[in-house]
């Protein structure tokens, strides 16, 4: 697999479009044998965990373990975290940290430690180019799913500490309706929502951090899971 940035992009119109209102989308932004490519290691070949958030802490479960519990145990977790999430940060979603598991040695799909790669590379000049920031030197990832009853709450990316400049969702969701919820939403200092993307199939989400945001429930009539590959463009590692 070769991952490459779309030559046939008007670069100079999204450029302009993330400059005035600091957030773009940006379809095909991939040739469709890599975007495929990608989709399918997300469907099959990506060893997920379940990301919830208790008590402010978070914890990364391997979905396998996770649905091996007894039903009133998952039940009770998602009790929990539905109750936090009425008035704070709160998630539930399926990931893999490609970026840190790499780093640490562990085990990372072939296409997905390519997508890395990638990211470091060719799609790296193209984020200086597009955002204008010269000193945007690293890109990390994660690997994201979002099923029936998934979501993710308000929060802006703010961490002065890990140079975050941009936020940015790869979007791998086959015929998604938009209906089914997990709408990327921006949010105005008022609540309202002032803008938001839905998931699409090879399409590049792209915003400036920070910025209050969320992800809406993935409806439970939804009949796919949400596929992306999401992660910050940084200044620093």
């Excluded at 773009?24 to 975007?35: N, R, S, V």
């Excluded at 993710?152 to 500490?161: C, S």
Aim: net charge negative; hydrophobic share 40%; glycine share 8%.
């Amino acid at each position: 697999m070769s991952l490459a940035v779309n030559p046939e992009l008007d670069l100079g119109a999204f450029a302009e479009r993330l400059a005035t209102t600091g957030r773009a989308h940006i379809p095909e932004i991939l040739t469709q044998a890599a975007a495929e490519r990608l989709r399918t290691a997300l469907e099959r070949e990506t060893p997920w965990s379940r990301s919830i958030n208790i008590g402010g802490r978070g914890a990364d479960v391997p979905v396998d373990t996770f649905e091996r519990f007894p039903p009133d145990q998952q039940h009770g977790l998602y009790q929990q975290v539905w109750m936090e999430a009425e008035r704070a940060f709160q998630y539930l979603f399926d990931r893999f940290r490609i970026t840190e598991t790499r780093a640490a040695g562990g085990p990372v799909p072939s296409a997905l430690m390519e997508a890395d790669d990638f990211l470091n590379g060719p799609f790296l000049d193209f984020a200086r180019r597009l955002t204008g920031r010269d000193e945007a030197s690293f890109v990390d990832c994660q690997a994201t799913r979002y099923v029936q009853g998934h979501f993710l709450t308000r929060h802006d990316d703010a961490r002065e500490d890990h140079g975050r400049l941009y936020a940015y969702v790869l979007g791998l969701s086959r015929e998604w309706r938009t209906d089914w919820g997990g709408l990327l939403q921006f949010l105005g200092p008022d609540g309202h929502v002032e803008e938001a993307f839905a998931p699409a199939f090879n399409s590049l989400n792209v915003f400036k951090v920070p910025a209050d945001h969320a992800v809406s429930i993935v409806a439970p009539f939804a009949g796919a899971p949400r596929l992306s590959i999401t992660g910050w463009i940084r200044s620093r590692r």
